[in-house]
Protein backbone atom coordinates (compact mmCIF):
# COMPACT_ATOMS: atom_id res chain seq x y z
CA UNK A 1 0.00 0.00 0.00
CA UNK A 2 0.27 3.73 -0.78
CA UNK A 3 -0.33 6.55 0.71
CA UNK A 4 -0.01 10.16 -1.00
CA UNK A 5 -0.76 13.50 0.63
CA UNK A 6 -0.84 16.65 -0.84
CA UNK A 7 -0.25 19.76 -0.17
CA UNK A 8 0.25 23.39 -1.57
CA UNK A 9 -2.91 24.63 -2.30
CA UNK A 10 -5.29 27.72 -2.69
CA UNK A 11 -6.53 31.25 -4.06
CA UNK A 12 -4.45 33.04 -6.38
CA UNK A 13 -5.36 35.79 -9.11
CA UNK A 14 -4.92 35.11 -12.43
CA UNK A 15 -1.24 34.96 -13.86
CA UNK A 16 0.22 34.47 -10.75
CA UNK A 17 1.97 30.96 -9.50
CA UNK A 18 1.49 27.72 -7.20
CA UNK A 19 3.42 24.52 -6.29
CA UNK A 20 1.80 21.80 -5.12
CA UNK A 21 3.42 19.12 -3.14
CA UNK A 22 2.53 15.76 -2.52
CA UNK A 23 4.46 13.13 0.22
CA UNK A 24 4.19 9.57 -0.48
CA UNK A 25 4.85 7.00 2.48
CA UNK A 26 3.94 3.12 2.76
CA UNK A 27 5.62 1.00 0.24
CA UNK A 28 7.57 3.54 -2.06
CA UNK A 29 9.50 0.63 -4.02
CA UNK A 30 6.76 -0.53 -5.52
CA UNK A 31 6.14 3.42 -7.12
CA UNK A 32 6.80 2.97 -10.98
CA UNK A 33 5.74 6.17 -11.93
CA UNK A 34 3.70 9.29 -10.47
CA UNK A 35 1.35 12.05 -11.85
CA UNK A 36 -0.77 14.99 -10.52
CA UNK A 37 -4.74 14.80 -12.12
CA UNK A 38 -7.03 17.62 -11.62
CA UNK A 39 -11.13 17.33 -11.68
CA UNK A 40 -13.30 20.37 -11.95
CA UNK A 41 -16.92 20.63 -11.28
CA UNK A 42 -19.13 18.73 -13.28
CA UNK A 43 -15.55 17.52 -15.08
CA UNK A 44 -14.47 14.20 -15.80
CA UNK A 45 -10.65 13.67 -13.82
CA UNK A 46 -8.06 14.25 -16.48
CA UNK A 47 -4.18 13.88 -16.27
CA UNK A 48 -1.96 17.04 -15.63
CA UNK A 49 1.32 15.55 -15.75
CA UNK A 50 2.88 12.30 -14.80
CA UNK A 51 6.75 11.53 -14.53
CA UNK A 52 8.23 8.02 -15.09
CA UNK A 53 10.86 6.38 -13.79
CA UNK A 54 13.56 7.57 -16.11
CA UNK A 55 12.87 11.10 -15.41
CA UNK A 56 10.82 11.22 -18.27
CA UNK A 57 7.82 13.28 -18.40
CA UNK A 58 4.13 14.15 -20.62
CA UNK A 59 1.94 16.66 -19.84
CA UNK A 60 -1.38 17.74 -20.68
CA UNK A 61 -1.62 20.37 -23.86
CA UNK A 62 -3.88 22.58 -21.65
CA UNK A 63 -0.55 22.59 -19.74
CA UNK A 64 2.46 22.77 -21.56
CA UNK A 65 5.02 25.67 -20.94
CA UNK A 66 3.47 26.82 -17.85
CA UNK A 67 3.54 23.44 -15.59
CA UNK A 68 6.47 21.69 -14.24
CA UNK A 69 6.03 18.41 -12.53
CA UNK A 70 9.63 17.08 -10.49
CA UNK A 71 9.80 14.60 -7.90
CA UNK A 72 12.71 14.42 -5.37
CA UNK A 73 13.07 10.82 -4.97
CA UNK A 74 14.85 11.21 -1.72
CA UNK A 75 12.31 12.71 0.16
CA UNK A 76 9.17 10.89 -1.33
CA UNK A 77 8.22 13.78 -2.72
CA UNK A 78 6.73 15.34 -5.48
CA UNK A 79 6.03 18.41 -7.04
CA UNK A 80 3.84 20.37 -9.74
CA UNK A 81 4.70 24.45 -10.36
CA UNK A 82 2.11 26.12 -11.57
CA UNK A 83 2.92 29.21 -13.55
CA UNK A 84 0.68 31.21 -15.36
CA UNK A 85 -2.49 30.33 -13.74
CA UNK A 86 -6.07 30.79 -15.58
CA UNK A 87 -9.33 30.85 -14.32
CA UNK A 88 -9.35 27.36 -16.16
CA UNK A 89 -6.97 25.46 -13.90
CA UNK A 90 -9.07 26.00 -11.07
CA UNK A 91 -10.15 22.03 -9.78
CA UNK A 92 -9.57 19.89 -7.21
CA UNK A 93 -5.63 18.77 -8.02
CA UNK A 94 -4.89 14.96 -7.11
CA UNK A 95 -1.41 12.96 -6.77
CA UNK A 96 -1.51 10.07 -8.19
CA UNK A 97 0.68 6.65 -7.90
CA UNK A 98 1.09 3.62 -9.81
CA UNK A 99 2.68 0.26 -9.12
CA UNK A 100 2.38 -3.23 -9.40
CA UNK A 101 0.74 -4.97 -6.72
CA UNK A 102 3.36 -7.56 -4.86
CA UNK A 103 2.43 -10.92 -4.23
CA UNK A 104 3.39 -12.80 -1.00
CA UNK A 105 5.88 -14.78 -2.75
CA UNK A 106 7.54 -11.26 -4.13
CA UNK A 107 6.31 -11.40 -7.81
CA UNK A 108 4.40 -8.60 -9.26
CA UNK A 109 0.75 -8.80 -9.79
CA UNK A 110 -2.10 -5.90 -11.23
CA UNK A 111 -0.77 -2.22 -11.46
CA UNK A 112 -2.82 -0.36 -8.77
CA UNK A 113 -3.28 3.63 -8.66
CA UNK A 114 -3.32 4.80 -5.43
CA UNK A 115 -4.94 8.39 -4.82
CA UNK A 116 -4.19 11.31 -2.36
CA UNK A 117 -7.81 12.85 -1.48
CA UNK A 118 -6.95 16.32 -3.36
CA UNK A 119 -5.97 19.89 -2.92
CA UNK A 120 -8.25 22.74 -4.34
CA UNK A 121 -6.95 24.94 -6.38
CA UNK A 122 -8.68 28.26 -7.57
CA UNK A 123 -7.32 31.29 -9.44
CA UNK A 124 -9.54 34.29 -9.97
CA UNK A 125 -9.73 36.23 -12.85
Known amino acids: QVQLVESGGGMVQAGGSLRLSCTAS????????MGWYRQAPDNKRELVAR???????NYADSVKGRFTISRDSAKNQLYLGMDILNPEDTAVYYC???????????????????WGEGTQVTVSS
Open 96 to 114: NARGPYIRPDGSPGPLLNY
Open 26 to 33: GNIKSIKD
Open 51 to 57: IFGDGNT
